[in-house]
């Protein structure tokens, strides 16, 4: 088994769509290409709260529907305006028909006034590969 958090099945994410994973805080979204390639970003567009899961899938970009920011499946980097900020990216495991994201640790860059919750794992609490609960620390 990887490590990670498991998101869903491959069978669960066709190519060219998204799916929102709302169980961490930001929430993520995990992508499928055309090309059948997966990655995963955190959801939120840094230039405004709108969720990229929503957006359009085209090579390996991702378009905000709320104001046409592009981001880079692969970095998170923005490379269309508003957004000036890219999101962060996270790492992608395939183990059969199991999609597995291990999150970043790095910091959230989110658009004015939104703020991830804590009422989420952080990345270092994520399930052991055992599938075991995580364990929160005081």
């Not at 995990?30 to 567009?45: I, K, S, Y």
């Not at 104001?67 to 999101?87: C, I, N, Q, W, Y």
């Not at 962060?88 to 910091?107: M, N, Q």
């Amino acid at each position: 088994m990887s490590e990670g958090l498991r998101v869903c099945g491959l069978a669960d994410l066709p190519p060219g769509e998204a799916l929102r994973v709302a169980e961490v805080s930001p929430p993520i979204a995990v992508f499928r290409t055309e090309d059948g390639e997966v990655f995963a970003l955190d959801d939120t567009c840094t230039h405004q709260d709108a969720s990229l899961a929503d957006g359009w899938v085209e090579d390996c970009t991702v378009e905000c529907p709320l104001h046409a920011s592009r981001f880079d499946l692969r970095t998170g980097e923005v490379d269309a305006p508003p957004a000036k900020r890219g999101v962060r990216s996270h790492p992608v495991t395939i183990d059969g028909d199991d999609v597995y994201v291990t999150l970043s640790e790095a910091a959230p860059n989110l658009p004015p006034g939104v703020r991830a919750s804590s009422d989420f794992p952080a990345p270092s609490d994520q399930p052991a590969p055992s599938d075991q609960p995580a364990r929160s620390t005081p």
